[in-house]
């Protein structure tokens, strides 16, 4: 039932930055843990970030560093800055939302294109 809508996804040359970000409805925002996957061709989804209702940070090694992710609760939106952007950061990037405590209620977003190439 909740509707993740992401947005900000594009073309950018290495070294650049830009910032994605993910607008949810339905749920009751402030209780889940929110986040980000990304998909790289011919790879498995894997995390990029997390953040918590209790704004604890979780990163992946390729990009901890270069990316941050933020939530701004009364808007419902989850956001990820991605700076030093680099080729392999190519991929279809997925808002994420798991409900604290229940790993089993979760919800995907359809997906947004980042390429970063010259």
């Known amino acids: 039932q909740a509707q993740l809508v992401e947005s900000g996804g594009g073309l950018v040359q290495p070294g650049g930055s830009l910032r994605v970000s993910c607008t949810i409805s339905?749920?009751?925002?402030?209780?889940?843990?929110v986040g980000w996957y990304r998909r790289a061709p011919g790879k498995q989804r894997t995390l990029v970030a997390t953040?918590?209702?209790?704004?604890?940070?979780n990163y992946a090694d390729s990009v901890k560093g270069r990316f941050s992710i933020s939530r701004d609760n009364p808007k419902n939106t989850v956001n990820l800055q991605m700076n030093s952007l680099k080729p392999e950061d190519t991929a279809v990037y997925y808002c994420?939302?798991?409900?604290?405590?229940?790993?089993?209620?979760?919800?995907w977003g359809q997906g947004t294109q980042v390429t970063v190439s010259s």
């Open positions: 994420y939302a798991q409900r604290f405590r229940a790993p089993n209620v979760n919800y």
């Open positions: 339905d749920i009751d925002f402030s209780f889940y843990t």
């Open positions: 953040i918590t209702p209790y704004y604890n940070e």
